[in-house]
């Protein structure tokens, strides 16, 4: 199944980074993790349009990396969990870029790419059912119920259940982000990702 973006074109302009303030430069780009390629290396499309708002970005780009780059979950449980936000969020951008991150770096098979879309089995225990369901409780009603709560912290630190929380509430509010401001899927990602 395809998902197709649901603003075709941009309803805010991104920005080339020529044309941003220093200060945004330097807090966007200057300090790129390893994981988001070196300083030379093509800017995203979310970055360029965030950048028509500088202090914003500025705060987004300290808060994303941290739930994205130092969280306490191991990255394929922070991928998975991220991925089923995007594909229930029907943010293709979301979903295509971290299809990339979870392949290249979480180690993610396309069986798990797929359990991301399908979601969890009803009343499984399976680690990946606990974890996919906790997302979907967090999307629909925005508490984990106790029955996954428990389930989740005989496997879970309490950081690493406030990470989980946390993740969930950033991608949920980036795929808003996206998808409403018409964000477009840059070339490289549309050709041989899993979706």
Known sequence: MDLPHRVSTPRIAPLEPDAWEPALREAMLGNRPAEMGAADAPVFNIFKTLANHPKLAQAFAAWGGQVLFR???DA???EMAIL???WRARATYEWHH???IGRDSAGMSAADF???KAGPEPGSAAPDDV???AVDELMDDHCISEATWAQLATRFSQQQLIDLVFAVGQYTMVS???NSFGVQLEDD???GSAG
């Open 84 to 86: 089923r936000v995007g």
């Open 98 to 100: 971290h299809v990339a």
């Open 176 to 178: 808003m982000a996206l």
């Open 114 to 116: 797929d359990k991301c």
């Open 189 to 191: 990602y549309k050709v």
């Open 131 to 133: 974890l996919l369901r």
């Open 71 to 73: 969280s306490s979950l």
């Open 76 to 78: 394929r449980t922070r």
